[in-house]
């Protein structure tokens, strides 16, 4: 309002070139952040188009169980060169429910670890040790994926498969699964690893700014430090897990190359009846058959399957920023002026 | 911030002996209170003539009653004495102010009075606090901060709604959380108490933080209140506010002082002289002066505080 009510009054001549050399860069700025928006607003379109043809012909049959996935990729993959014949039956729902599966307990696990370490590193650690974990923290929320995925190849995957899978469990579910140690345990763990440290950092930086006055005061009201931690700035924070939430949630969803490597890569769906045989059968979330499958997408068909799959993650990353979002919206309430 | 302020500018303070510090060793559970101590008609000899605004004046006398006292208090930041050797009483029904100048440790005075000068981990004590003639250390500290109640220099409300503020305290208190059925009552009251009640009245569920200056710190007042302390420290509370918030938290503190013993830090002279029923005046760590404001303000006995007083007036 007061913005533009200036704008009206009548300006004194020195003061148009300041307001010039303003608008030019306000025009520049303005350019590129459009730029980047159609560019998003463009790949959004192309992804959606392109991964139609797969949507159509399944309808809601798509979401659903039904034969193996690999078999169904496979035949798309060897469909007949004519269009008129071109295969796409498909029913993701393995694929699916190992996304949703490793990415949702992967991201459980690390909120709660994640928000008390940052804690524990905020309040309690003694100097000398915080000095030392903070950096350790931020260098490991930098390691690229795919080093992960080595470790959890050559170190974690052989572990499992001595030491926690016997014969026994083996045969039990040998007529449909062969277990060799890559399994959605091993996933969820690097993947639960690979995630913390980026939580740590921002929930511990979101604590440190919690003004001390707060803490202060509710001390002088007789509750005591982790009361006090529980009730006034995780409270406080809120905003900020959130964020940290969403950042987690979207690198585990879009997670291709570690998980590619040590959870198996089979379209299977590990089956909760197993009891903790479920935790060692394996599994591939979306965005590994994507990176599994890249050498086939000239197989248009097959590519277009494959476009389906990027398009959900693309829908999914989207609805989580909406999500977090109003979240961090409806959390920042009371917290708003604060600072 | 304070704390270290105070530490450095004691610690090159010539003269400043630290004192032998030993552990915390309660010797007694209870401890005699004085009782019958008289604040009012004033005092004939001294004369309150000049400050007629004295909350003491204006309403009737009351009978006072020990209610808080230390015993040669000492307190030390890393080997830097803060409070040497302090015997001070905090009576029921009247206004104490601590006046000083900057670093003379009456912060940390206050805040030793509640043991929030642990928080500080170089801060360490010697001598006795005694609340209702019982040593504070023989009780849990949480129960001590909830039966002496403080409020800061800046005022602290927490990201919550007014009403949830208020009902912190309460609502801390227990393992079992009250419901707000319950708690109602006692919020009302306590915002009513602290003057604050009209104007929050209806939007009970807004952000506290979207309050202005003083009614947070009023808001502040509530919420030590809503818990019903025995003993409210006040840190120099309007000096972040405007003179009319100031003035309305006056009168909120001068009408608590019925109910509640109060002990207020104030840099503002005038302050003190208007609200406070008795003063301490405080230099260096030692406390050269106590006594009812009349007197401290009219005739000091001590050099010191007729040159700090005397400046303040002009």
Known sequence: ?339 | MELKEEQTQNGSAPGAEVPPLRQIVVESETVPIRVGDYAGPPDPEYGREPWQLNAGLDSDPIWVEERMRTEALSIAYGGKVAVSAVDLEVNSGEVLALIGPSGCGKTTLLRSLNRLVELTPAARRTGRIILDNQDVDTFDVTRLRSRVGMLFQQPNPFPMSIFDNVAYGLRERGSKKPRRKQLEPIVVDALERAGLWDEVSSNLNHPALALSGGQQQRLCIARSLAVSPEVLLLDEPCSALDPISTGIIEETIVELRNEVAIVIVTHNLQQAARIADRVAFMYLGDMVEYGPAGQVFGAPREARTQEYVGGGFG
């Open chain 1, 1 to 339: 309002m007061e913005a533009a009510s200036l704008n009206n009054v009548e300006v004194q001549a020195p003061d148009l070139d300041i307001d010039r050399t303003d608008r030019r860069v306000e025009l520049l700025l303005g350019a590129l952040a459009s730029t980047i928006l159609l560019l998003i607003a463009g790949m959004i379109l192309f992804v959606l188009i392109k991964a139609l043809p797969s949507f159509t012909h399944n309808g809601l049959a798509w979401f659903g169980a039904g034969g193996s996935v690999d078999d169904q990729l496979m035949d798309i993959f060897n469909s007949p060169a004519d269009p008129a014949d071109y295969v796409y039956h498909l029913r993701a729902w393995p694929l699916l429910y190992a996304t949703v599966l490793i990415t949702g307990v992967a991201v459980v696990i690390s909120v709660v670890f994640s928000v008390l370490s940052a804690i524990f590193i905020v309040e309690f650690a003694p100097d000398r040790l915080r000095r030392i974990i903070e950096p350790v923290v931020k260098l490991l929320a930098a390691v690229p994926s795919v080093i992960y995925g080595l470790i959890g190849i050559l170190v974690v995957v052989p572990f499992v498969a001595h030491h926690l899978i016997s014969e026994d469990r083996k045969e039990s579910v040998a007529y449909v699964i062969q277990l060799d140690g890559t399994s959605i345990l091993v996933g969820i763990f690097i993947l639960t690893v690979m995630i913390c440290p980026i939580m740590i950092a921002i929930i511990v930086d979101a604590l440190r700014s919690v003004p001390d006055k707060w803490v202060e005061g509710a001390a002088a009201l007789g509750v005591n430090r982790w009361r006090a931690m529980r009730t006034v700035s995780l409270r406080a924070i809120r905003p900020a897990i959130v964020a940290a939430l969403v950042l987690a949630t979207a690198r585990a969803l879009g997670e291709a190359i570690m998980l590619s490597m040590v959870a198996g890569s089979v379209g299977f769906a590990p089956n909760p009846m197993d009891g903790f045989t479920f935790f060692l059968e394996p599994a591939r979330p979306l965005a590994s058959t994507i990176v599994d499958n890249a050498e086939g997408l000239s197989v248009v068909p097959f590519g277009q399957t494959m476009y389906a799959f990027a398009a959900i993650l693309l829908i999914s990353s989207a609805f989580l920023s909406f999500a977090g979002w109003a979240a961090r919206k409806s959390f920042s309430r009371y917290t708003l002026g604060a600072r």
